[in-house]
Every structure is written in C-alpha cells, then in structure tokens.
C-alpha cells in the first residue's frame, strides 16, 4: 500500500483528500503545517509528498527544499493555487514531479498519481500480488493455491470494490458451473484468509477498506 504525506493548511480539503484518497486505497497522513510536515518525514517513510505551496509560516518549496538537502529524494506533487512560472520553475528544480491547481477534482489528482506510480503489487489485507512477479505473498511469504483458484483471486483483486460476474470467473475453470466455482471461491477463503462476497445472481467481489 502506497504511503502518503499531505501538507495542506486547509482543513476542510486536507480531510476530504484524506477520505478520497483513503477510500482508493492509499495510507495518508495529513501535515496542517510545515513543521508537523517535517516532524512526520523524520519519523516515517513515504512514498509520495503531495505539498501545497502557500502556507501561512512558509512554502511547500522551503520544506521540499531542505528535504532535498537532507537526501531525502521522495517524490513530490505540489498543490497549488500559484500559478507564476516562477513558482513552478523553483519546484521542477527540486525534482518535483508534477503539480496540480487549485481548485481542482480530486479524481483529477487520483490520475496524476496513478500516472506517475504504475501499481506493481496488489493487496488484500495480508495479502500481496506482485503483478510483475505473478505471485502471491501472505505476510512476505510466497503462497501456491493453484492455478485455477489463483486466476479466480488474481481477477477478483484486479477489480478491488467491484462486482466480478460468475461468466467471467468460471472463464478461468476447466469445467465451468455455479458449483465448481462456488467450490473455488471457498478454497480460496479458506487458503488466504480473505473475504470474498457472493452478490446474489451476479458474481464475487473484494471489498475496498
């Protein structure tokens, strides 16, 4: 799971950030200032700084810019209303990676991330598909469920809070039927520890927590 670092002084989109951005499957610590901002990268490791420029104490660039002098090299998206060249310069500078204007739709920003960090792992609780890999993990130790139960999973996770029609999974079958695969699904709960809901006449889904 993807951990975030949100610097914004602003409370009422700091916690809608954080509830969106929650929902899509992202761990985020939210900063209202730049020294909490600072305190929080000395005590954690992040995988995206997303900053917003103008602060009442200081700017998102001053932080970003002792960071970087610090060696810290995570990745950063600003968050701004700013839109002189100046201020944009000043960030790419520092190896900024991106920059989103306020106001803007926080599905905007979910692209911008999605962009710039293909997902190479899934995860569902304990756990983890490495795509690249083709494997499963459960606490970091690989885990073999066989082929067929593990093509079921893989496609399930794929489509994380969406419902995955029975067409589809028994697709991944030798001989499909309601039963087989209602068999499958069980053995899959059963091996990974994962819940798995039957939506009545439709299909299987993971849930998104």
Do not use: W
């Not at 420029?53 to 002792?66: D, K, T």
């Not at 810290?72 to 100046?86: E, G, K, R, S, V």
């Not at 962009?115 to 890999?133: H, P, R, V």
């Not at 029975?166 to 499909?176: D, F, M, V």
């Amino acid at each position: 799971m993807m951990k975030l670092l949100l610097l914004e002084d602003d409370h009422i989109l700091s916690e809608t950030l954080e509830i969106f951005l929650s929902r899509e499957g992202y761990a985020v610590d939210i900063a209202l200032t730049m020294e909490e901002a600072e305190d929080l990268t000395y005590e954690n490791s992040y995988d995206l700084y997303l900053f917003d420029i103008n602060l009442p104490q200081g700017s998102g660039l001053e932080l970003l810019e002792g960071l970087r002098h610090a060696k810290d090299l995570t990745p950063t998206i600003f968050i701004t209303a700013l839109t002189d060249m100046h201020s944009m310069s000043q960030g790419f500078a520092l190896d900024a990676i991106d920059y989103i204007k306020k106001p803007f739709d926080p599905y905007e920003l979910l692209i911008r991330i999605k962009a710039k960090f293909k997902e190479t792992t899934l995860f569902s609780g304990d756990i983890e598909y490495d795509i690249e890999a083709q494997v499963l993990r459960k606490n970091g130790t690989i885990i073999d469920i066989g082929n067929v139960q593990f093509k079921i999973f893989t496609m399930l996770l794929r489509h994380k809070g969406q419902v995955v029609e029975k067409y589809e999974l028994q697709e991944c079958l030798e001989s499909p039927s309601d039963t087989a695969l209602r068999v499958a699904i069980t053995k899959i709960k059963q091996r990974l520890g994962v819940n798995i809901i039957n939506i009545r006449a439709k299909g299987y889904m993971i849930e998104k927590v």
